[in-house]
């Protein structure tokens, strides 16, 4: 379990590390020109801390795991990440998304959660 565990949590990481550095780096403009409507809503300074919040996230997920430094981060890190997703989900089920737009928001969160879970748990480090 402790190696599917570890799979998932990989795989998330990859994706808010993607998305935050993506929302960091990119003006909120081209961001909204490539899809992303919900910037419109929000200040670019929003839309950066979102971005930030996500990478950091990301980087949550994998090192203090792999460096052993302060290990508790990892579930803390996958739990902040799920309150953001389900944020994510409430817009978009508010701005009238479909199931395209929101069921990615749905799975990461998901994910999220059985990660914080898990390691808060019995696979905790």
């Known amino acids: 379990m402790n190696i599917a565990i570890w799979i998932i949590t990989v795989l998330i990481a990859v994706a808010f590390i993607g998305a935050g550095l993506m929302k960091v780096a990119q003006p909120r403009a081209k ?17 950066k801390l979102v971005g930030l919040a996500e990478l950091l996230g990301g980087l949550g997920l994998i090192l203090p795991a792999v460096t052993g430094v302060a290990p508790i981060l990892v579930p803390i890190a996958a739990a902040a990440l799920t309150v953001i997703m389900i944020g994510a989900v409430v817009w978009h089920l508010r701005a009238g998304d479909g199931a395209k737009e929101t069921m990615p928001s749905v799975i990461l969160g998901i994910l999220a959660l ?9 696979w905790a480090f």
């Open 31 to 47: 961001l909204a020109a490539n899809g992303m409507a919900w910037v419109n809503d929000y200040s670019d300074a929003g839309v």
């Open 114 to 122: 059985v990660v914080a879970i898990t390691r808060f748990g019995p």
